[in-house]
């Protein structure tokens, strides 16, 4: 696809409202997981449970959550709102975290190097939504330890469908790399748990190697493991990270993910 200077301006607004939804997703969907995981803990052991139903992604509109008022569609320009709006809350003056339009800008920033590369507009649609949708893991895994499957599944199917009906890696390579991106995590959980009763590594984190897997291919699946195992390292080096602490390692596959990507399209 050629790229005219309107061109990249829609995409970059495009990159910018999925940097938006993300951070919704990321804002709303742990609050809302965690509510249900209470609420079913609380009608599992017969206790009354009186907590009221926190936003979900799916709940629409945005709301200020100090004074509640409904955000107007020009409260929600990524960026541009917050720096107009000093990042204050229109209506009751409170701040508004730089988290907000921080992860719109790291979509945009991630995303934009994708034009470098020469794709139809499909396969680029599908990975611009696959890119954004590896910082919302990112961001979740790291605040809160886990790894929502939608999230994955949603990696898995459009990097199955990459394939699939674009053939952007082969299918056999697709779907091997789905399976050994599984079994690879599960059996490295199983054994800790076997020798050393201790959960090494998370079934989420199983999940999102699976989905990369499905979307790079079982060669690329070995880097995306290699460069992440070395960044986590790195990281729990430079951190001081003693061995009992426990340590998202999301990120670090997503980050790995991220950069296998651009060295396939681009170094080669
Ligand atoms: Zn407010």
């Known amino acids: 696809m050629e790229f005219t200077a309107l061109n990249i301006v ?11 939804a993300m951070t919704a997703y990321v804002v709303r969907t742990p609050k809302y997981e965690e509510y249900t995981w209470r609420k079913e803990a609380h ?28 955000l107007k569609a020009y409260d929600l320009i990524p960026i541009f709102s917050y720096l107009i709006t000093k990042g204050q809350c229109r209506y009751c003056h409170t701040k508004i975290s730089i988290k907000y339009p921080l992860t719109e ?11 470098m590369i020469n794709l139809p507009l499909a396969p680029l649609m599908i990975t611009t939504v696959i890119i954004t949708t590896l910082i ?15 999230a994955s599944l949603l990696i898995l199917g459009l990097g199955l469908t990459l394939n699939l009906l674009l053939s952007e890696v082969a299918l056999y390579q697709s779907v091997l790399g789905m399976l050994i991106g599984y079994l690879l995590i599960v059996s490295i959980r199983q054994i800790y748990l076997t020798l050393r009763k201790i959960e090494a590594i998370g079934l989420g984190d199983a999940k999102l190697l699976a989905a990369l897997g499905a979307w790079q291919g079982l060669e690329n699946l070995f880097y995306i493991l290699f460069f992440a195992s070395i960044l986590g390292v790195l990281y729990a080096i430079l951190n001081k990270q003693g061995r009992h602490q426990s340590m998202a390692f999301g990120p670090f596959l997503c980050a790995s993910a991220f950069m296998t990507y651009f060295k396939t399209y681009l170094i080669y």
């Open 43 to 70: 009608q599992f052991l017969d206790i009354p449970f009186n907590e009221s139903t926190p936003l979900g992604f799916h709940s629409g509109m945005s709301q200020c959550p100090n004074c509640h008022n409904k």
């Open 105 to 115: 800008l790291a979509c945009l920033l991630s995303c934009l190097p994708l034009l």
């Open 136 to 150: 919302g893991i990112s961001i979740i895994d790291w605040q809160h330890q886990w790894i929502p499957d939608h």
């Open 10 to 20: 829609i995409y970059a607004a495009f990159c910018l409202c999925l940097g938006s």
